[in-house]
């Protein structure tokens, strides 16, 4: 499939994964997932014509974070890196990683099951971060948004919600977290990524119009505060046939109709969120 729009020139997928081989898997994942590397993943940029990467590390690295500084750097300066580490990680190292490009700490707490992170640990490191201009990049529910409302109303440093906050398909903006999640973009300390619309819907794809409906519900909001990624190679994708990342940058034109702010979106917001020059 091919773009119906154009891109501005430094376009940027603000949300994907990288798998190399070259990397040890933590344990107890199965088989090395395959078809993720960096190389992969610049074939599809070209398709998509993006720019700019935001490279998120990946769950089956756990807190080591080498795989995703490698890839990081392949970009060569055209990529920023959102990591993962312990709650106790040392500040040479958070200095290490800024250097590398870094600059946010990822919470995946969405699946209880086999996350890395956990709720109680996203303060303890937002204070730590903070000083670097880092921002706590949060995977969690519309459920778990309401239940630590307070908490995520005390965070230091800036907030961005994965996956349009994962609010239930069945209600969508009526669900209480929407109102939440208002509140703190209104502080102007808040930005969420328009991605994942898979995750978002119990009608499917290839329009997701579920999904679709919260997007446009976010664009007509607050485009001021939102970012595009195509949450690539999607690896949580199983209840629906794993889509075209293209068809998915696509829908964006559905969601927004207007090239300058679809611009914003998909370089001005970037750009401030991630600190390109």
Same mark, same amino acid.
């Given at each position: ?7 501005? *020139? ?10 190399? !081989?070259?990397?040890?898997? #933590? ?17 599809? @940029? ?17 807190? +080591? ?21 312990? !709650? +106790? ?20 707490? $969405? ?14 490191? /937002? ?6 201009? $880092?921002?706590? #990049? ?13 908490? =995520? %109303?005390?965070?230091?440093? !800036? ?5 349009? @906050? ?19 973009? +209104?502080?102007?300390?808040? $930005?969420?990524? =328009? ?6 819907? =119990?009608?499917?794809? *290839?329009?997701? *119009? ?5 997007? #446009? /519900?976010?664009?007509?909001?607050? *485009? ?5 990624? %195509? ?15 293209? #068809?998915? =940058? ?6 927004? !109709? ?20």
């Amino acid at each position: 499939m091919n773009l119906t729009f154009d891109l501005p *020139p430094d376009a940027c997928d603000c949300h994907l994964h990288i798998f190399d !081989p070259r990397f040890a898997e #933590q344990p107890g994942n199965g088989a090395p997932f395959e078809g993720g590397t960096a190389g992969e993943y610049r074939a599809v @940029a070209r398709r998509m014509g993006t720019r700019r990467a935001v490279i998120v590390q990946a769950k089956r690295y756990g807190t +080591d974070n080498a795989c995703l500084l490698d890839a990081v750097a392949q970009f060569e300066g055209q990529a920023r890196g959102i990591a993962v580490v312990p !709650p +106790d990680v040392d500040d040479a190292t958070l200095r290490m990683l800024h250097a590398g490009g870094v600059r946010g700490l990822r919470f995946s707490v $969405w699946n209880p099951g086999d996350t890395v992170m956990t709720v109680d640990m996203i303060e303890v490191l /937002a204070r730590r971060i903070a000083g670097l201009g $880092w921002h706590a #990049q949060l995977h969690m529910s519309g459920d778990q948004i309401v239940a630590h409302a307070d908490m =995520l %109303s005390r965070l230091p440093c !800036p907030i961005v919600f994965d996956h349009m @906050a994962r609010l239930p398909p069945g209600l969508g903006v009526r669900h209480p977290a929407w109102g939440i999640v208002r509140d703190l973009i +209104d502080r102007g300390d808040c $930005w969420v990524k =328009l991605s994942g619309a898979y995750l978002n819907t =119990l009608q499917g794809g *290839p329009d997701y *119009p579920d999904a679709t409906a919260v997007a #446009q /519900a976010f664009v007509r909001a607050v *485009p001021q505060r939102l970012v595009w990624g %195509s949450d690539w190679p999607h690896v949580t994708e199983r209840a629906h046939k794993t889509p075209d990342t293209v #068809q998915l =940058l696509a829908l964006l034109a559905r969601w927004e !109709p207007d090239e300058a702010v679809r611009n914003r979106i998909l370089a001005d917001n970037p750009r401030e969120l991630y600190g390109y020059a």
